[in-house]
């Protein structure tokens, strides 16, 4: 559930998120229902489609989600990446069911 975005510092090509709508890859996936490049090294990315993220702050079911610091997801419009399926208003980390546009 880690948001993802490019590593502009080093050569691997993403890295978690550090900053509040950053244009997202990705969210980290744990049970991919399909496996590109099954032979690389690394975790596997969801780049479409329903999954766990990692989310601050109260998010309501159908709010828009942007990338927020520490590879965390918040509430917010510009470079969305997903849409929350679930509401859960606890204003600390927690991980919800998203999809990924």
């Known amino acids: 559930g880690t948001v993802i975005v490019v590593n502009t510092e080093e050569a691997s090509e993403g890295v978690q998120s550090t900053g509040i709508s950053q244009l997202v890859l990705g969210v980290v996936s744990d049970k991919p229902a399909y496996l590109m490049n099954s032979e690389s090294e690394g975790q596997a990315l969801a780049l479409r489609g329903r999954v766990p993220v990692r989310v ?16 965390l997801a918040t509430v917010g419009e510009v470079n969305r990446f997903g849409i929350a399926l679930e509401t859960n208003l606890d204003h600390n980390e927690k991980s919800i069911e998203a999809v990924i546009l």
């Open 56 to 71: 601050i702050g109260p998010v309501r079911k159908g709010q828009t989600l942007v990338s927020a610091p520490d590879g």
